[in-house]
């Protein structure tokens, strides 16, 4: 069954919005709820303190850091974070996780800037050292090139799944090898060119590590504004899906899931995020949810 999510704002000004709108989103019945992670910027919520208030104020949302800056949060220290939620929310918990970008930015916290070949390592090292230090067991040493702990107990929990945010050949092949879910960068969707050129990349990687290709879902950040009526172009000169009528997403949507395999989709709406949010929650993710 497809997953159904929004993606909330995480400006400090919007922090009232923000939990109102994950309050609507859990009423409406919707899966995911997902805050982006810029913790160098002074006007932007820390994301785990604001998706652990936001589960902690609603029963069925799942939450989703979409993605992690992982290089402002060290991997022992993340493994318990989110096993922690884990347990306080009874699963509702999905680790989303990047490389990290803006690396200027990052330095700007005191991390040491590491090259894209090393953050890619460093990113691979990290989703290895969380799920060890998850499930329970004996104590872990663990002597990577980023990470080193020594005896240091597993929480009880297991790891949450984990979704990358994956666009390098390198950082793909990761996702391939060791991560349960993908999401696609720069908002891309099924009918992409990134996605046509990215995708095969994790399959192949998966098939190499002996996995199924199909262990690792793809959910898609769906940017888009809903229309009242029809519109003629319901994608771009590129081919980007830049949304229509409800009627129009439903057919996109399910054509998605059906056609092409979706996974899931987290929607990010364009112009007023309560009439968005309504609009996506009580008529387009029904109707795709009965269509299929």
Known sequence: ????????????????????????????????????????????????????????????????????????????????TVTSLSTLTGGRIVLGLGVGGLWDDIARLGVPKLTPGAAVRAFAEAITLIRSLSGGGEPVTFSG?????????????????????????????????????????????????????????????AVAAGRSPADIATIYNLPGTITDAPVRSPRDADGRWRGGSVDQWVEELTGAVLDHGAAGFIYHPVGDPDMALARWAQEIVPAVRAAL
């Open 145 to 205: 090139e980023f990470y080193q702990v020594t005896e240091l107990q597993p929480a009880a929990v297991a790891a949450p799944p984990i979704w990358t945010g994956s666009v390098g050949p390198k950082s793909l092949a990761v996702t391939g090898r060791l991560a349960d879910g993908w999401i696609p960068g720069h908002a891309a969707d099924w009918l992409s060119e990134r996605y046509r050129t990215s995708r095969p990349l994790v399959d192949e990687a």
């Open 1 to 80: 069954m497809a997953l159904f999510g929004f993606g909330g704002g995480a400006a400090v000004a919007d922090a009232a919005d923000t939990l109102r709108h994950a309050a609507r989103a859990d009423a409406d019945g919707l899966d995911l709820f997902s805050l982006s992670d810029h913790p160098y910027f002074g006007d932007r919520l820390d994301a785990y303190a604001a998706i652990g208030t936001i589960l902690g104020g609603t029963r069925r949302l799942t939450g989703l850091v979409n993605v992690t800056n992982l290089p402002s949060r060290p991997a022992p220290m993340l493994a318990r």
